[in-house]
């Protein structure tokens, strides 16, 4: 069943169902075809002979989530200077901490010419964390993450598969706005990754979806565009993580607001991560 912010009109998740395709309505009453498909699926395997043994080598399943070895940026604070990134978010226990410590952080340029620290906003006990690549004006001003307009396209979609900010976290690689919103440098990117590593941490959620190509590559720490790394699995993995966390990448929201026909790839995406979650409960 989805929810509906009380501040999203039905009509704006409807508008993005058309805008992702979603043009007919097949009936009345909606069908789990994932279930149908599964209970065929199941029936084949009890018809089927008995499977061969194993072989040595058995080969890794396609779908397997691929893990990434260790967080990128981090670094355990032995071996951290002090007043870095890795230094100030080791020494960080919870998330106000974490906002202290990014608030007082003075090194580097993109924080003084910013108007805020755009830390993060949603709730932090939620099982979904968004993470974007950087604020931009409307967040600068606000001192908040997707405020502005693909921030509201942002909301669509998580509304789309029943989120909202209550049951979402929602934060960004770098949490000040480059000047002129250019895309952030891979040093500034390497600057702020023990922060934005200590707030997964710290949040600690169940999945992790990475809004465009920058959050991708940081997080995942691959070169690939997004193009390649949307609609995987991946596992994020760090040593303050009681376990590896799956992660999701998709379109940026400012992206699809340019490209609106790739809105259908990432409705599959936002449909990836509903039956994880939905999977998850039962
Ligand atoms: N784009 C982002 O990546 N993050 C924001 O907070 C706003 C726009």
Redesign the pocket.
């Known amino acids: 069943m989805t929810t509906v912010s009380a501040d999203l009109h039905p009509y704006d998740i409807l508008r993005w169902y058309l805008e992702a395709g979603l043009d007919e309505t097949m009936g009345e009453e909606p069908v789990d075809r994932y279930a149908t498909t599964r209970r065929a699926a199941e029936s084949r395997a009890a018809a089927a002979p008995a499977p061969a043994p194993p072989q040595q080598q058995p080969q890794r399943h396609a779908r397997q989530p691929e893990p990434v070895m260790a967080a990128p940026g981090h670094d355990p604070s032995a071996s951290a200077l002090p007043g870095t990134a890795a230094h100030l978010a080791a020494g960080c226990a919870d998330l106000q901490a974490l906002r202290r410590a990014m608030e007082g952080f003075e090194g580097l340029p993109l924080k003084q010419a910013a108007g805020s620290t ?1 830390f993060g906003d949603g709730n932090p006990e939620a099982a979904v964390m968004c993470i ?5 004006q409307e ?1 600068d001003r606000r001192g908040l ?4 307009p ?2 509201k396209l942002l909301d669509r979609m998580l509304a789309s598969i029943g989120l909202d900010r209550a049951t979402c976290y929602i934060t ?1 690689v770098v949490p000040w706005r480059p000047p002129a919103n250019r895309k952030p440098t891979s040093d500034e990117v390497a600057v702020c990754m023990p922060f934005l590593t200590r707030h997964i941490e710290l949040v600690d959620p169940q999945v992790l979806i990475l ?2 190509g920058a ?1 991708a590559a940081a997080v995942l720490a691959k070169a690939d565009g997004i193009n390649r790394l949307r609609g995987r699995w991946f596992e994020f993995n760090s040593p303050g993580l009681p376990r590896p966390i799956p992660v999701l990448a998709t379109f ?1 929201p ?1 992206y699809l607001l340019r490209t609106p026909e790739a809105k259908r790839d990432a409705w599959r995406d936002l449909l990836m991560i509903k039956r994880r979650m939905d999977s998850a409960r039962h």
């Open positions: 755009v974007g690549e950087a604020p931009g967040e993450p997707f405020v502005g693909s921030g960004n809004l465009g959050s940026h400012a």
